[in-house]
């Protein structure tokens, strides 16, 4: 879909990109741009920059960066037409529809969302009726209530090859969109079958209430126990987090992330609207961009089997010198004919009651407390040898943290752990503090010493092959959105010209749009992300208009001259220098 200049410009001067990112991140202004912490990474101190003047957001920390529709695209999770569409709704705009060009993308979007959403209300018209009496039965043996029951949409597939299919189809839906949403499955002679049969169905919201996919369970012994939809165009389970779409309301200080739906289910049933799952996977990044605009303290509380607390340490990790404050809830075992067994969220609720989980959640420790814990399991704190070996592997972790009062606090709790006095931990945490910092500080040097280097662009699949020509090139793409008028009517430069093809490309795209006064937004439905993210880093740097012709002259005769270089076969130094350190073992070559 393609969108008119003007209704483009004419949108994005009605949507302030500071009003627009105001709504997500908190703002301080500082020197000219306001910062705040980055809605797409984790961080404590604020490196995501808005630029109300080119109306152009940069993080300083992710290198994530464009205009307000690239942020809108990045933070919603929206395809360039659905983003527009998103401002154009918040501004009270209507889209013309001579804009439309080729919907079919969105339009299948829009029509798999609504097959959704009919398929989920008819498997909760068949829970109902005498076909999903057994999973009515198998609610009632969970001691699911029907109010929840009804609040998360939950309905039933019936035991049957195809009923969904004929329902779907005689509405109006083709196969092909089933296939699609994947709710049905082709088999090996052509004819296809329902995805989902004897099932508990528990459909999937995002955020903002859309039917997206669905998680299953069976209800008798039969295997996959659950079964989720696979990806599909609606539907990315990295992107979604079971139960959000209730738990953004709730008025508790923080949201508990557990492994499984019905643990979800369960919780809220017992007063914990917080409880979110994610959907069968490890806790993405994507996943804590989406908790962050709810909420700055999560609450890890997944099972306590090895897979669960491998889990919880996968996502403390991911976590770490985050903004959020992390706990860790650990449920104990369950003790079964004198022998301790597994217990997740939905037994210890069921085994326990609410009000025995409530003190668990107060009670909830550190990551870094889990984090001690589980190192200390490793080793005989008894033996002289296992103390050594201890100290050994908890120093590393003590180091890494930010503040010197938590460092001396847990400092002492590792000590107390080992039973070696508190100084001589604290001086093992220091010596590997400083091993760290010297470690960070050659990394530093090593990057601004090498031209090679220092010059490249973040993202490895964008690496310059002629860094000279490049940083002329660049110099030219920030005088042509800082001035196109400079440059005349006519290119002074042919694309073949450029030694780098996106730097070509990107030029040339805003010589289309050089009348535009924040041409950014209509390239956001023509470039990357990464690649929307290298051009507002090059306009980043420094770029004056007091002397913009001589500066263009010099960057034109730059470039040509590295046109006649490569025409004769001669190699810059600095690629010289790229390919020898490439060829160095262990250094940046791989």
């Known amino acids: 879909m393609q969108f008119s200049q003007n209704f483009l410009d004419?949108?994005?001067?009605?949507?302030?990109?500071?009003?627009?990112?105001?709504?997500?991140?908190?703002?301080?202004?500082?020197?000219?741009?306001?910062?705040?912490?980055?809605?797409?990474?984790?961080?404590?101190?604020?490196?995501?920059?808005?630029?109300?003047?080119?109306?152009?957001?940069?993080?300083?920390?992710?290198?994530?960066?464009?205009?307000?529709?690239?942020?809108?695209?990045?933070?919603?999770?929206?395809?360039?037409?659905?983003?527009?569409?998103?401002?154009?709704?918040?501004?009270?705009?209507?889209?013309?529809?001579?804009?439309?060009?080729?919907?079919?993308?969105?339009?299948?979007?829009?029509?798999?969302?609504?097959?959704?959403?009919e398929a989920a209300r008819w498997y909760y018209e068949v829970l109902l009726s005498e076909e999903g009496k057994a999973v009515?039965?198998?609610?009632?043996?969970?001691?699911?209530?029907?109010?929840?029951?009804?609040?998360?949409?939950?309905?039933?597939?019936?035991?049957?090859?195809?009923?969904?299919?004929?329902?779907m189809t005689r509405r109006g839906y083709s196969k092909q969109e089933l296939l699609a949403a994947g709710l049905i499955v082709a088999n090996k002679n052509g004819g296809f079958y329902d995805k989902f049969r004897n099932r508990l169905m528990l459909p999937v919201l995002d955020h903002r209430g859309e039917v997206v996919g669905f998680g299953s369970r069976v209800i008798d012994n039969s295997e996959p126990k659950y079964m989720n939809t696979t990806e599909t165009p609606v539907?990315?389970?990295?992107?979604?987090?079971?139960?959000?779409?209730?738990?953004?309301?709730?008025?508790?200080?923080?949201?508990?992330?557990?492994?499984?739906?019905?643990?979800?289910?369960?919780?809220?049933?017992?007063?914990?609207?917080?409880?979110?799952?994610?959907?069968?996977?490890?806790?993405?990044?994507?996943?804590?961009?989406?908790?962050?605009?709810?909420?700055?303290?999560?609450?890890?509380?997944?099972?306590?089997?090895?897979?669960?607390?491998?889990?919880?340490?996968?996502?403390?990790?991911?976590?770490?010198?985050?903004?959020?404050?992390?706990?860790?809830?650990?449920?104990?075992?369950?003790?079964?004919?004198?022998?301790?067994?597994?217990?997740?969220?939905?037994?210890?609720?069921?085994?326990?009651?609410?009000?025995?989980?409530?003190?668990?959640?107060?009670?909830?420790?550190?990551?870094?407390?889990?984090?001690?814990?589980?190192?200390?399991?490793?080793?005989?704190?008894?033996?002289?040898?296992?103390?050594?070996e201890y100290t050994a592997a908890i120093t590393p972790v003590l180091a890494a943290l930010s503040g010197a009062v938590e460092r001396d606090v847990y400092a002492v709790r590792a000590a107390e752990a080992a039973g070696i006095s508190p100084e001589a931990m604290k001086a093992e945490v220091e010596r590997a503090r400083k091993k760290l910092g010297y470690q960070q500080k050659k990394q530093r040097e090593r990057r601004e010493l090498n031209p090679t280097l220092s010059v490249q662009p973040t993202q490895r699949g964008l690496r310059y092959s002629n860094p000279r020509s490049?940083?002329?090139?660049?110099?030219?793409?920030?005088?042509?959105?800082?001035?196109?008028?400079?440059?005349?009517?006519?290119?002074?430069?042919?694309?073949?010209?450029?030694?780098n093809e996106l730097l070509g490309r990107i030029f040339f795209l805003l010589w289309e749009y050089r009348s535009s006064p924040h041409p950014l937004n209509s390239l956001a439905g023509q470039l990357s992300g990464d690649e929307m993210s290298h051009l507002t880093a090059i306009l980043q740097k420094p770029e004056s208009t007091a002397n913009a012709q001589k500066a263009m002259a010099d960057y034109i005769a730059t470039i040509k001259h590295e046109v006649e270089k490569r025409t004769v076969g001669e190699v810059d130094p600095l690629v010289q220098a790229m390919e020898r350190n490439k060829a160095k073992k262990g250094y940046g070559g791989k």
């Not at 290198?63 to 659905?82: A, D, R």
């Not at 001691?143 to 090859?161: E, T």
């Not at 030219?476 to 290119?491: E, Q, V, Y």
């Open 10 to 117: 004419e949108l994005t001067a009605r949507c302030d990109i500071a009003d627009v990112v105001g709504s997500y991140v908190n703002l301080t202004p500082k020197g000219g741009n306001q910062f705040g912490l980055c809605p797409f990474h984790n961080e404590k101190t604020p490196s995501f920059s808005v630029n109300t003047g080119k109306q152009i957001y940069y993080c300083f920390g992710c290198h994530k960066g464009g205009g307000v529709i690239n942020f809108i695209m990045e933070v919603e999770n929206l395809s360039f037409p659905e983003a527009v569409e998103f401002l154009a709704k918040r501004a009270g705009m209507e889209v013309p529809q001579n804009d439309r060009r080729d919907e079919s993308a969105e339009r299948q979007r829009k029509r798999l969302l609504q097959l959704n959403r």
């Open 136 to 167: 009515r039965d198998y609610l009632e043996k969970r001691r699911i209530s029907r109010k929840v029951a009804v609040n998360f949409g939950m309905g039933a597939a019936p035991n049957a090859w195809d009923r969904l299919l004929q329902e």
């Open 235 to 388: 539907y990315h389970k990295r992107q979604v987090l079971y139960g959000l779409h209730l738990a953004k309301k709730t008025k508790r200080p923080n949201i508990i992330l557990c492994e499984g739906n019905l643990d979800v289910v369960t919780l809220h049933q017992a007063g914990f609207d917080n409880a979110v799952a994610s959907m069968g996977t490890a806790l993405t990044v994507e996943q804590t961009r989406l908790l962050s605009r709810y909420t700055r303290e999560l609450v890890l509380c997944y099972d306590n089997d090895g897979a669960g607390q491998q889990a919880t340490e996968r996502a403390l990790q991911l976590l770490n010198n985050s903004e959020f404050t992390v706990k860790v809830l650990k449920l104990p075992n369950r003790m079964v004919d004198g022998q301790p067994k597994k217990q997740d969220a939905d037994d210890f609720i069921k085994n326990h009651g609410a009000a025995a989980f409530e003190n668990l959640l107060n009670g909830s420790g550190s990551g870094i407390e889990f984090r001690m814990a589980q190192i200390a399991g490793q080793f005989d704190l008894t033996d002289d040898r296992g103390k050594v």
């Open 470 to 499: 490049a940083m002329a090139e660049e110099g030219l793409i920030r005088l042509l959105h800082l001035d196109a008028t400079i440059f005349g009517d006519t290119p002074p430069l042919k694309q073949e010209e450029f030694s």
